[in-house]
Nanobody
Framework: QVQLVETGGGLVQAGGSLRLSCAAS????????IGWFRQAPGKTREAVGR???????????VYVHSVKDRFTISRDMAKNTVYLQMNNVKPEDTAVYSC????????????????????WGKGTQVTVSS
């Protein structure tokens, strides 16, 4: 079983940057794909992106359109940590951001389905002021 803890949230001005961390413990970190999700007040949870490693394919990242070219997901295996670098943030990026671990594989938009993820962190609040 994997335990996930998100840190790095806070208040940032529009156009600024913030880096979130998702620290994993419990073993087997390299065997999991990690997804980032967010939930704004009164809205349903939505995917942000995912990082995964498949045999012969290497490590890859996928993002939803609204954050592509602004957000970057990376992984430090030595630290058992996945990062979400958020650049040029917008007020609509305000939400609670959570990371989740998936032991399986996915393709296309299926990678953004929260139901496929097995373990979740509690989230960290990001607030973007205009």
């Amino acid at each position: 079983q994997v335990q996930l803890v998100e840190t790095g949230g806070g208040l940032v001005q529009a156009g600024g940057s913030l880096r979130l961390s998702c620290a994993a413990s419990g073993g087997g970190f390299s065997n999991y794909a990690i997804g980032w999700f967010r939930q704004a007040p009164g809205k349903t949870r939505e995917a942000v992106g995912r990082i995964h490693s498949y045999w012969r394919s290497g490590e890859k990242t996928v993002y939803v359109h609204s954050v592509k070219d602004r957000f970057t997901i990376s992984r430090d295996m030595a630290k058992n940590t996945v990062y979400l670098q958020m650049n040029n943030v917008k007020p609509e990026d305000t939400a609670v951001y959570s990371c989740a671990a998936d032991a399986g594989t996915c393709s296309g938009y299926g990678c953004f389905d929260p139901l496929i993820y097995d373990f979740w962190g509690k989230g960290t609040q990001v607030t973007v002021s205009s």
